[in-house]
């Protein structure tokens, strides 16, 4: 035998089953990773799909909100998630389909005239002393309805329509403000106008309104309007808003379904973007959150929120540009400054306790704002996708 055959006969035996051995170890494997990762990805997929529709707008309203402005701030209504999500949200953001023109109410306005039905206590003093100086710099005549000795923000049909018919004569462009419940033009065949407002958050809103009404320039002021106002007992003025809560003082209960409570706090935010119908006024309730929310989608512009202005401000200016054209420049012109507009030093802390107890009681409102932030955050979110907003 030569000495090379000598050398395979006794060499190769071996390693050929060690060959074989090998290979199939390898496809087995191969196979093995294959299916494994197919299912990684599948459920990799489904992830992605369980994020698309509603976790991923809070989160991203949390992760913004954070950001912003905080006032009166309460952490307590900010829900935390965990870093792990958010790689998921991240990765899904850039494939988010955010639909610019949906979500631009401006456009399908008949009139360039703005309707800013503001909601008492949430900052809207500076929002119409903003509108007021934009008014200047960008021509638009600026409008407001007279300081009432008891505000009407529910009118009766005939009342919209001279209302609604009052906006529509204006000139354009033109800015009307009015603490008013949403009125639907087009129900009166009316042009629609541009519709926009602010919200806060329910409870520093109603702790907000309990502190103003017993500051003592609130009454002064109003005294003077109105000099045969009677002057408030001195109990009810000393009263602090923890034991008027705790107390069960009939003030600070907030009772679900109640539709009438002899107070005038204005505790529904929701009541503003309802409308003036009756289902409109029991507290709390499903039926006027639905109503609100679907006025909101349907018809508002812009909603800011009062807890992140510069978002707000950013909205604004991209999505009514006419009006706001500028505003963040103007909000922050440090020579005219205005940002302590109608602030109230006569508030006291209110403890996270009790802002809790009051929560329980605010559910659904506390929906309809955290509706309307992630509307913002929507709008603000398409913004970047189309450029480079920062
Ligand atoms: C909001 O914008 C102003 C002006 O651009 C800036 O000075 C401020 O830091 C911003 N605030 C937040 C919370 O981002
Ligand atoms: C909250 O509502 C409950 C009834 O559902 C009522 O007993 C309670 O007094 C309310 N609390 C406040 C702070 O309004
Ligand atoms: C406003 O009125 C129009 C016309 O009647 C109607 O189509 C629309 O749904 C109304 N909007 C709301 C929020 O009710
Ligand atoms: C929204 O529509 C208004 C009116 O057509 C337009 O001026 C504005 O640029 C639009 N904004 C965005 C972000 O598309």
Same mark, same amino acid.
């Given at each position: 035998?030569?000495?090379?055959?000598?050398?395979?006969?006794?060499?190769?035996?071996?390693?050929?089953?060690?060959?074989?051995?090998?290979?199939?170890?390898?496809?087995?494997?191969?196979?093995?990773?294959?299916?494994?990762?197919?299912?990684?990805?599948?459920?990799?997929?489904?992830?992605?799909?369980?994020?698309?529709?509603?976790?991923?707008?809070?989160?991203?309203?949390?992760?913004?909100?954070?950001?912003?402005?905080?006032?009166?701030?309460?952490?307590?209504?900010?829900?935390?998630?965990?870093?792990?999500?958010?790689?998921?949200?991240?990765?899904?953001?850039?494939?988010?389909?955010?639909?610019?023109?949906?979500?631009?109410?401006?456009?399908?306005?008949?009139?360039?005239?703005?309707?800013?039905?503001?909601?008492?206590?949430?900052?809207?003093?500076?929002?119409?002393?903003?509108?007021?100086?934009?008014?200047?710099?960008?021509?638009?005549?600026?409008?407001?309805?007279?300081?009432?000795?008891?505000?009407?923000?529910?009118?009766?049909?005939?009342? #919209?329509?001279?209302?609604?018919?009052?906006?529509?004569?204006?000139?354009?462009?033109?800015?009307?403000?009015?603490?008013?419940?949403?009125?639907?033009?087009?129900?009166?065949?009316?042009?629609?106008?541009?519709?926009?407002?602010?919200?806060?958050?329910?409870?520093?809103?109603?702790?907000?309104?309990?502190?103003?009404?017993?500051?003592?320039?609130?009454?002064?002021?109003?005294? #003077?309007?109105?000099?045969?106002?009677?002057?408030?007992?001195?109990?009810?003025?000393?009263?602090?808003?923890?034991?008027?809560?705790?107390?069960?003082?009939?003030?600070?209960?907030?009772?679900?379904?109640?539709?009438?409570?002899?107070?005038?706090?204005?505790?529904?935010?929701?009541?503003?973007?309802?409308?003036?119908?009756?289902?409109?006024?029991?507290?709390?309730?499903?039926?006027?959150?639905?109503?609100?929310?679907?006025?909101?989608?349907?018809?508002?512009?812009?909603?800011?929120?009062?807890?992140?202005?510069?978002?707000?401000?950013?909205?604004?200016?991209?999505?009514?540009?006419?009006?706001? #054209?500028?505003?963040?420049?103007?909000?922050?012109?440090?020579?005219?400054?205005?940002?302590?507009?109608?602030?109230?030093?006569?508030?006291?802390?209110?403890?996270?306790?009790?802002?809790?107890?009051?929560?329980?009681?605010?559910?659904?409102?506390?929906?309809?704002?955290?509706?309307?932030?992630?509307?913002?955050?929507?709008?603000?979110?398409?913004?970047?996708?189309?450029?480079?907003?920062?």
């Amino acid at each position: 035998m030569p000495k090379e055959n000598m050398w395979r006969q006794r060499r190769v035996p071996v390693p050929k089953r060690t060959i074989e051995l090998i290979a199939l170890v390898a496809i087995s494997s191969t196979l093995f990773l294959f299916l494994h990762t197919r299912d990684l990805h599948s459920r990799l997929k489904k992830m992605e799909v369980r994020l698309q529709p509603g976790e991923d707008d809070v989160l991203s309203a949390n992760q913004l909100s954070s950001d912003g402005i905080q006032m009166d701030s309460d952490s307590n209504s900010i829900v935390h998630y965990p870093n792990v999500q958010r790689i998921f949200v991240e990765k899904y953001e850039d494939e988010e389909v955010l639909d610019i023109d949906t979500l631009n109410n401006t456009k399908r306005a008949d009139r360039q005239v703005l309707f800013f039905n503001r909601v008492p206590k949430v900052g809207s003093q500076t929002f119409m002393e903003l509108l007021r100086r934009l008014s200047i710099r960008n021509a638009f005549s600026f409008n407001r309805d007279r300081v009432q000795r008891v505000e009407t923000i529910r009118l009766a049909p005939i009342e #919209q329509l001279h209302l609604a018919r009052m906006v529509s004569s204006y000139l354009e462009p033109s800015v009307y403000v009015k603490h008013v419940c949403f009125t639907n033009f087009t129900e009166f065949h009316l042009p629609e106008p541009i519709y926009i407002n602010i919200v806060r958050d329910p409870v520093e809103r109603v702790i907000s309104w309990y502190y103003y009404v017993r500051a003592p320039w609130y009454y002064v002021e109003r005294k #003077q309007i109105f000099p045969d106002l009677p002057l408030p007992d001195p109990n009810w003025l000393k009263k602090d808003f923890e034991s008027c809560v705790l107390k069960g003082d009939r003030e600070c209960r907030y009772l679900q379904g109640e539709i009438h409570e002899g107070i005038g706090d204005h505790r529904r935010q929701t009541l503003f973007f309802c409308g003036h119908s009756e289902k409109c006024t029991p507290f709390n309730t499903i039926g006027a959150l639905e109503r609100a929310k679907l006025a909101v989608e349907k018809h508002y512009a812009v909603v800011g929120v009062l807890e992140d202005i510069n978002t707000t401000l950013t909205v604004l200016e991209n999505y009514i540009p006419r009006f706001f #054209q500028g505003a963040t420049d103007v909000y922050y012109d440090q020579a005219n400054s205005f940002m302590r507009i109608n602030r109230n030093f006569f508030k006291p802390p209110v403890s996270e306790e009790v802002k809790n107890l009051v929560r329980s009681n605010f559910t659904r409102e506390v929906e309809f704002y955290q509706f309307c932030k992630q509307r913002l955050y929507r709008q603000y979110r398409a913004l970047k996708l189309r450029s480079n907003v920062p």
